[in-house]
């Protein structure tokens, strides 16, 4: 069973930036797709991005698209999520997840993913 702890949120400027870690312990990430969702209050949880086990192939929400980037480190076990260029619409708490059943495919789904982070939130006050 992975664990997965988030960080890097907080407060931030329209315009600015942010990174978003999220560690894994208790097995290696390798063997997991890794994605990251975000969720608004009182919407749904969303797909933001999702990189394959390798780090060679990544897919990614059409509203984020050019301004995050998803990478990964399999060596440090930690996925990351870089945000730029941050607009007042990504505030929202932001999920690390992990799925274990595909290998070259890289799900967008939410009920695609098994283990889940806490969650960390950023907000870009308008």
């Known amino acids: 069973q992975v664990q997965l702890v988030e960080s890097g949120g907080g407060l931030a400027q329209v315009g600015g930036s942010l990174r978003l870690s999220c560690a894994a312990s208790?097995?290696?990430?390798?063997?997991?797709?890794m994605g990251w969702f975000r969720q608004a209050p009182g919407k749904g949880r969303e797909f933001v991005a999702a990189i394959n086990r390798s780090g060679t192939n990544t897919r990614y929400a059409d509203s984020v698209k050019g301004r995050f980037t998803i990478s990964r480190d399999n060596a440090k076990n930690t996925v990351y999520l870089q945000i730029n260029s941050l607009k007042p619409e990504d505030t929202a708490a932001y999920y690390c997840?992990?799925?274990?059943?595909?290998?070259?495919?890289?799900?967008?789904?939410?009920?695609?993913?098994?283990?889940w982070g806490q969650g960390t939130q950023v907000t870009v006050p308008s």
């Open positions: 997840a992990a799925d274990t059943y595909w290998t070259t495919y890289i799900p967008s789904q939410p009920d695609d993913y098994d283990h």
């Open positions: 208790g097995r290696p990430i390798s063997t997991y797709v």
